[in-house]
Structure formats: C-alpha cells, structure tokens
C-alpha cells in the first residue's frame, strides 16, 4: 500500500458544482495533513492545513478522519479558477525523515463553463 | 509570494555530468527540504535540513547531497547525472521541525539528455 493514496481523477465538473477529493494514508502516526494546489508547471502552495476538527476557509473545507486514516477536500461553487491539480500531503513523523512530507500523486480538477 | 527563492529557473544538463542548485529560504526558516518532482507525479522528499545539519533523508541514492549555510540557505547537488534525475525540483523552508507547514520555492527545472 501506498503512503499516501489520491482519487486518481480528473474531475471534470462545471462552474458551480461540488467537488469532493479524498486522499488516504497508511502511517497510522501521522501528525499533520496538507493540502497544495498545484497550477500546470508552478510550485505546490500551502490551500489548507488539515485539522483533527476539520477546518474551513470560504468555499473549501477539509476534514479529518483519523479511524479510517483519511482526508478530504469539498471545494463548494467551483470557480474556473480552481483549475489545478490538488495534491495531499502527510507528515509521518518518522524519525529518519525529519519532518518531510510525503505526497499522494494529486488530483486534477478541470471546472468548466 | 512564499519568499523561497530558487535558482536556475531552467537547466539542461547531459548524462554523467554534475549539477548545483540553490535555494534562498523564507526569513526567520531555518529549515530547508528538497524534493524532486517527476511529470505527473506528486513530489518526492529527497532530504532536509535543519540549521545546517542534515535531518532526514529520503530514498535517494548517496549522489544526491546537500548543503545548508550559515544563512539558512542550502544547495542540492547531483552527480553523475542520469536521465532519470530529469524533474522539477522544489525547496521548501519551514521555521524549524515540528511539523510545520512548508512553503515552496518556484523550483528549477532539470533537464537531463
């Protein structure tokens, strides 16, 4: 298994629409849940940090499920400017690695008018 | 903007030669990480370091080193390139290593032929 797995998409919706992304994880003692937004051929940037009791900012919310080890993204009204791939990323917190994090491969979101 | 800087933006090298690349981290960073990311894949931890000592290493052969100066900025060298090392490379900087969140660089982009 993976160390951190994504919906493999892409996700083709219209502006508007509710898109949900999921991403899990296989080290139970991972501390910290990101998620980037990647534009074609840019740096990943920080969308959100993931919270134990989830968290909101604007249109998007991230949620947290420890038991089941995953997280997602729900990204509500989409924007054609929400094009982009959204990567998860985890903290393993494994002592040969510092504090790395370890990404899945990312989802791809098309929003289309 | 994250305030990582990254230099060169663009490079091509040919197989069996030797690359240096450059990251200027975030002010008050003293945390720098390197990644390698391949097309269409998330990226990949290569190592990190924390005020100037090496602090965790991922799976990448020993032609991958690094360095970390007094300023906090680092330098990621490749020898014996192969084509394989073609990819975007991507510095983050965090303020230490607690599992904090990191903000990327614009990365260079290594072509390999």
């Known amino acids: 298994r993976k160390e951190v797995e994504q919906d493999p998409g892409p996700f083709n919706v219209p502006e508007g629409a509710t898109v949900a992304f999921n991403c899990t994880y296989s080290?139970?003692?991972?501390?910290?849940f990101f998620w980037y937004r990647q534009d074609c051929r840019k740096e990943p940037k920080l969308l959100m940090s993931?919270?134990?009791s989830g968290n909101e900012d604007g249109r998007f919310t991230a949620q947290l499920n420890r038991a089941s080890q995953y997280i997602s993204l729900l990204i509500r009204d989409s924007k054609l400017s929400d094009s982009a791939t959204y990567l998860c990323?985890?903290?393993?917190?494994?002592?040969?690695?510092?504090?790395?994090?370890?990404f899945g491969k990312g989802t791809t979101l098309s929003v289309s008018s | 903007e994250t305030g990582v800087t990254q230099s060169p933006t663009h490079l091509i090298k040919t197989r069996g030669q030797q690359v240096t690349l450059r990251c200027s981290s975030q002010?008050?960073?003293?945390?720098v990480s390197w990644y390698q990311q391949a097309l269409g894949q998330g990226p990949q931890f290569i190592f990190q370091?924390?005020?100037?000592?090496?602090?965790g290493r991922g799976n990448f052969p020993p032609r991958f080193s690094g360095l970390q100066f007094p300023n906090y900025s680092s330098e990621l060298n490749v020898n014996a390139l192969e084509l394989d090392d073609s990819a975007l490379y991507l510095c983050?900087?965090?303020?230490?290593?607690?599992?904090?969140?990191?903000?990327f660089g614009p990365g260079t982009r290594l072509l390999v032929l």
């Open positions: 080290n139970s003692a991972s501390q910290s």
């Open positions: 983050a900087s965090s303020p230490g290593t607690l599992q904090e969140t990191q903000y």
């Open positions: 002010s008050g960073h003293n945390t």
């Open positions: 993931v919270y134990s």
């Open positions: 370091y924390y005020r100037e000592e090496e602090n």
């Open positions: 990323a985890v903290n393993p917190v494994d002592g040969q690695a510092g504090t790395a994090l370890i």
